[in-house]
């Protein structure tokens, strides 16, 4: 521990006391995230189509937003690796500002397009399935100011190293989620206009607790409302220069991701549904490496804020073998109880073996690939490298996962197990790549901070 997990100025307990808490919050989300989609389930397969379809739109949306905070995040933590609290003050005031502002604009894009985007991605989609999307899309929609200045106040605390705090605030938000779900949904039986309902009223708790701990309960980041009703436009320039390309990637990413939603539509329902509990139970695999790889932005940040680059590369070689021993040790824990997982969304018969081949398949690649791919780009933006990430994403979503996506899914015949192959191709064209990039010296050249 003492070796791998300590630098100059951070100490490996340090560490733990920002991972713990932001492990049991990874753990609490996708765990609110798999009991929703069994909850919906009980609605009926056009339900659970309907919801995971609009989620994809949803999660491309929701990236975007918590990239232009994670611009705060970085900044926040360079300051304060720096050891400049007038800053890090002025940088939450800004970010807390921003990214609501930022949400809003989004959210109007989406109600003002909602009918054309619709038809445009999940046309071929049943007249039920595609009646829930619509409405369960405008629900969703609505929710994104407040989620904006939620994600905008989490992710400055997490710059400071504050997870405690967050994670409060997380818990908050998610437990009222799944509360209002079971009322609206099991209890009232309102299916996704349930839903939809329920994540306006969690998220607009979350965002009114977590203005009301920066004004009033907060002592470290020193947050003036006043002062985030005036831009700095110095202050915002430095978070949109991380913001903005991280945004770019998560759009070019997930937008691929969303538009191989529509070669999944064109497989058919149940093929949706497969896709839906497939991917519910892949994410349950990932929470210890997202965890990693959160912790990676506020630790290399701070480091580059002090320009240790050694204790940088050190952390980020730590946390890439430790997200791929997180892996194993998470499938080996849920392999044995994967059949009962599945069963638990209530799934047709027919496709229980697909959806555990794929769960199987991707669990088997995401050790050496998957780590490689997502911790290091994450660390080197930390670091300032915002806009090689973003380029490495276009090329790989677009050129691989996108392209042999709809290639081995339709054409060739291998169903959605292709478009699963055709990600796992991609993280090993990327894990190549960051792998290349963290041996350089250009991801460390960048100056975000005087």
Known sequence: MEKHLSGQNIHYQQILSLALPI???????????????????????????????VDSLNILMTTVIIAIATGGTVLVAQYQGNRNPEMVSRSTEQAVSLVPTASFALGLLLILFRDPLLSVLFGNADAEVFHNARLYLLGSVLSYPAYGLYQGAVCCLRGVGRTRPALALSLITNVSYVLINIL????????????????????????????????????????????????????LKRILYIGIPFAAEQIFFNGGKLLTQTFIVALGTLALTSNAISWSIILILQIPSNTISQVAVTIIGQCMGRRQIQDARKFIRTFVVLSGFSFLLTFLLILPVLKP??????????????????????????????????????????????????????????????GCGWLLALPLGFGLMGIYLAMVLEWVIRAVIFLWRLKGNQWYSHHLID
Request: charged share 10%; aromatic share 12%; proline share 3%.
């Open 341 to 402: 997982l599945i069963g638990i969304f209530q799934p047709p018969e027919e496709i229980v073996s697909e959806v555990w081949n794929i769960v199987v398949v991707t669990a088997l690649a995401q050790p050496l690939l998957w780590s490689a791919s997502f911790i290091i780009p994450a660390a080197i933006r930390a670091a300032g490298d915002a806009k090689f990430s973003s380029m490495v994403s276009l090329f790989c979503m677009w050129g691989l996962r996108v």
């Open 184 to 235: 609206f949904i099991y209890i009232f039986d309102w299916g996704v206009v349930g839903m939809a309902i329920g994540v306006n009223i969690a998220r607009l708790l979350g965002a009114t607790c977590s203005l009301f701990f920066l004004i009033r309960l907060d002592d470290m980041l020193h947050f003036q409302w006043r002062g985030a009703l005036k831009p700095n436009l110095d202050i």
């Open 23 to 53: 492990l049991v919050e990874q753990t609490f989300i996708l765990g609110i995230n798999f009991f929703n989609t069994a909850l919906i389930s009980t609605a009926g397969v056009a339900a659970i189509s309907a919801v995971n379809m």
